[in-house]
């Protein structure tokens, strides 16, 4: 079986982000990059299916500044194949753009399971499985925490609110957006990386047409107002745990 | 081009979502704006009776079908994107949930249109519409123009007001035929899992210590057991515990687990991603612990304190008992 899985990097959320002076995008410069945590749970999960029904796991990302690594780290995990997909990427692309590019690069391999994350914290046009799917032509669940393959289908586990679950079956090939792997993303050290970035070759693959039927377009980006701000306890930790059990005490919570 | 706004209704096991009316409402106020008639689109099978809670509606498109029984990706986004080829209303709004993330991203492809997701606000400026997202876990808003009218538009829950959108009434009913792809689907739905029972239920305490990825150890979690039992409330987590198996599902509180409404809510290493604002954030006073003063969790929390909480709830268990 051919799992895929398309990885992106997102700015690291414990870094503070910085608006640049058009106020359109982030100051990209000062951004810490990171892999998007879904996508790492879709590569965990990829793995884990490998294990259990066999297959390659091939991992593939818009070239862009740390691809290489990403994807390094990927095959260091267990990934058998790195696939950079080439294109004028500079500056940042929509997710309708980038879903596109995925979508021609994995029109020309062989591909019965593609694996990506549930979403981002900047796909702010629409989340990649989706969009993905549609440009395919292919079957799609979201949200979606289990998955079994039997045959030619998968049985797949979807998330509604209150812990309720959906079952769907689902003919393969099929996109499917992961919430969580079965398992905890596995680690891999350093070390590790470097050494598979000395003995393995990445591949590439080109994006081609990229041009999407209609789009939308940042107008201004902002720190959201603070209006409703928590007032601020400041003080030692001793003086701060007395002022909650006070707080408790006023809501009559304790005696 | 019409200028209605359409708005896809949510529901669940013969019950609408409360995000259905917090869209209801906002839809109302975007065809106002734009001089059209808002319209619900309601999918399923055997559900028109929810159409009497739309009453705010102008009218309901309702598309019956034996393969809508259940919300499924494919069927439900296939039926979807014939009624707005169909009908070209100005603006659909889908919410941003797990059946709306399979529905808005589908549409948008197949029916050529643009969209833009994890909205917490849509509005109408010199004719055209611009929507505001909440993105990098509720860090920055980003406000978004179209490059072309029919904008399919995924709004966040929470982010605006169910009342506003609550009418009942006799809205018309405009019967849409089942599109004749339906039939034989690459997508089936096998069944319904409920949750599973025996495990505390936080939904009924009245005091909860909320933790998430600042706890940075399972081996933490007995210690922050010890203050949710020194303060008399249950233990509850943010996603990222639940996913590492440190918690169980039973104890999320969020988008995906549960909403719940204590009278005190002390969350602890919980940055406030807008997935878990959406479960707590009616909780009657909300203090929480982080080490980042930037936290979104600051700008729903009643009180805040930024620091190290592995200094203070030893501190405050050892208060607590006394």
């Known amino acids: 079986m051919n799992i895929l899985v398309p990885i992106k990097q997102v700015p690291d959320l414990v870094e503070e982000l910085e608006i640049n002076e058009e106020g359109t995008d982030l100051n990209r410069d000062a951004v810490k990059y990171k892999i998007n945590e879904f996508d790492d749970h879709a590569l965990e999960e990829a793995l884990q299916l490998k294990a259990e029904v066999g297959g390659t796991v091939t991992v593939l990302a818009l070239d862009g500044d740390e691809t290489d690594k990403m994807l390094y780290t990927a095959i260091a995990k267990g990934a058998d194949k790195g696939v950079k997909v080439t294109g004028d990427f500079a500056g940042g692309v929509t997710s309708h753009v980038a879903a596109k590019a995925m979508a021609n690069a994995i029109s020309t391999l062989p591909h019965d399971l593609i694996l990506t994350g549930v979403q981002a914290v900047d796909d702010r046009d629409g989340q990649m499985a989706v969009l993905l799917a549609n440009y395919l032509g292919v079957p799609h669940v979201s949200v979606v925490t289990g998955v079994k393959v039997d045959g030619g289908r998968a049985i797949v586990h979807k998330e509604y609110a209150g812990g309720v679950m959906a079952e769907f079956e689902v003919d393969l090939p099929a996109v499917l957006g992961i919430q969580a792997a079965r398992e905890t993303p596995r680690y891999v050290a350093v070390s590790r990386v470097r050494q598979v970035q000395k003995e393995a070759t990445l591949e590439e693959v080109e994006a081609g047409d990229t041009a999407v039927a209609a789009g939308s377009s940042v107008r201004r980006m902002m720190k959201p107002e603070k209006g409703s701000r928590a007032e601020m306890i400041e003080g030692s930790p001793e003086e701060i745990a007395d002022k909650i059990v006070a707080l408790m005490k006023e809501k009559g919570l304790k005696k | ?322």
Request: hydrophobic content about 45%.
């Open chain 2, 1 to 322: 081009m019409s200028q209605d706004i359409f708005v896809v209704a949510e529901h669940l096991k013969g019950k609408l979502a409360d995000v259905t009316f917090e869209m209801l409402g906002k839809g109302r106020e975007l065809a106002d704006a734009r001089g059209g008639n808002l319209v619900a689109v309601l999918l399923g099978n055997g559900v028109k009776n929810l159409v009497t809670e739309m009453g705010i509606a102008n009218r309901v498109i309702s598309v019956e079908h034996a393969s809508l029984e259940n919300f499924n990706p494919e069927t439900y986004s296939t039926a979807l994107a014939e009624v707005i080829r169909a009908k070209s209303p100005a603006a659909t709004l889908v919410a941003n949930s797990s059946m709306g993330m399979d529905l808005a991203a589908a549409l948008s492809i197949r029916a050529g249109l643009p969209l833009v997701a994890y909205a917490i606000d849509v509005k109408v400026e010199d004719g055209a519409l611009v929507a505001t997202s909440q993105l990098y876990g509720g860090k920055l808003n980003v406000e978004s123009q179209f490059s072309a009218e029919g904008a399919v538009v995924s709004m966040l829950a929470g982010a605006s007001s169910a009342d506003k959108g609550r009418a009942t009434g006799s809205p018309a009913v405009e019967d849409f035929a089942p599109p004749l792809s339906l039939a034989s689907p690459k997508v089936r739905f096998k069944k319904m899992i409920e949750p599973e029972g025996g495990d505390v239920d936080i939904t009924t305490k009245e005091v909860l210590v909320s933790v998430g990825r600042g706890i940075q150890s399972v081996d933490n979690i007995p210690q922050m057991q010890e203050l949710a039992d020194a303060l008399g409330g249950a233990l509850s987590c943010s996603r990222p515990i639940v996913d590492s198996k440190w918690l169980p599902k039973t104890r999320q509180v969020g988008k995906s687990g549960v909403k719940v409404k204590p009278k005190f809510y002390l969350a602890l290493g919980i940055s406030g991603a807008p997935e878990h604002i959406e479960g707590m954030k009616d909780a009657e006073l909300i203090v929480a612990i982080n080490s980042d003063p930037n936290a979104p969790i600051f700008d729903y929390a009643h009180y805040g304190i930024v620091g190290d909480l592995f200094d203070i709830v030893p501190l405050l268990t050892e208060k607590a008992k006394a």
